[in-house]
């Protein structure tokens, strides 16, 4: 594993074979991106860092996968332990009431969790069978959840194989137990987000290098499957202008369109997930494995 120091002759370098000259602002090549910004190492205490998601006021809370933590970043640039002990959270999202729900894959179930720590196992299988591992999830407007279903062999699980064919994006209704099948055409879905009106969901199948845009029916289910772009994901993110943000080798930004808008490196072998946070939600927030990273943007995340 090679690290980078932010600052000095090893980002050169970095920056330089990712395309920029040195003293070259991101802004120039990413438009979105604030004038003068860079991006900021926050901390690297952490073994693997996954699913940031942003709360109503601007907090950031994300995990740290293998140690099976929750933290949080406020808006004041505080870190701090959110809570131990979390299922082997992975991707996290808040709902409307302020609870994260989360991708426990220690049991392969969804949790809500309250702010004051209260678990609700929202959902324990699929069909009476195991699912492989939630992974990353969006909830929609009316209550419901989408979520993908890659295979991950964990070090945790007595399993060393699934228990279900296929690798799926899964919909569960809410106040419902057990989910439903919406696309069971793709090799490794993991990062997921829809659009704030509900019309529209991404989905990017990391294993076949794609990103997908469905449309979403009233009842949940999906059609009008187009591939978005050529490139898949770990984790995604949207900006009120409708650009979606793809994880990997730095972070690399499409206009709806679908137009290469650029890419934001960051000096990390490997980016797992992103989102918006701050008071003004132009905080673009980066869990790199062992790190966190923040880069001031000119857009804000969606809400």
């Known amino acids: 594993m090679t690290s980078f120091p932010k600052t000095g002759f090893a980002l050169a370098f970095f920056l330089t074979i990712c395309g920029y000259s040195y003293g070259q602002e991101l802004a120039d090549s990413v438009k979105v991106v604030a004038k003068g910004a860079t991006v900021q190492k926050i901390a690297s205490q952490f073994t693997f860092t996954e699913g940031p998601a942003v709360n109503k006021k601007g907090d950031i809370y994300f995990t740290d996968q293998p140690n099976d933590k929750i933290w949080k970043y406020d808006t004041d640039g505080k870190l701090s332990l959110f809570m131990d002990k979390t299922g082997r959270s992975n991707g996290l999202y808040f709902d409307k009431k302020g609870n994260i729900i989360s991708c426990a894959d220690e049991k392969n179930e969804l949790w809500s969790i309250s702010p004051t720590k209260q678990v609700t196992v929202l959902m324990t299988d699929y069909q009476g069978k195991r699912l492989n591992g939630p992974n990353d999830l969006w909830p929609d407007n009316k209550g419901g959840i989408y979520f993908t279903d890659p295979y991950y062999q964990r070090d945790y699980w007595e399993r060393k194989k699934p228990d279900l064919d296929g690798q799926k994006v899964y919909y569960l209704p809410k106040g419902k137990k057990e989910p439903v099948v919406v696309d069971d055409n793709l090799l490794q879905p993991n990062g997921i987000v829809g659009t704030p009106d509900g019309n529209y969901l991404y989905v990017a199948d990391i294993r076949d290098n794609k990103t997908y845009k469905y449309q979403i029916n009233n009842d949940g289910s999906l059609r009008n499957r187009q591939l978005f772009v050529a490139q898949g994901s770990d984790g995604i993110t949207l900006d009120n202008q409708g650009n979606l943000y793809l994880s990997g080798k730095g972070v690399t930004v499409y206009d709806p369109a679908g137009k290469r808008i650029g890419n ?40």
């Open 264 to 303: 934001i490196p960051v000096p990390s072998r490997w980016v797992g997930n992103i989102c918006f946070g701050g008071k003004d939600r132009k905080t673009l927030f980066i869990t790199a494995t062992e790190s966190i990273y923040t880069v001031q943007m000119q857009v804000k995340g969606v809400e």
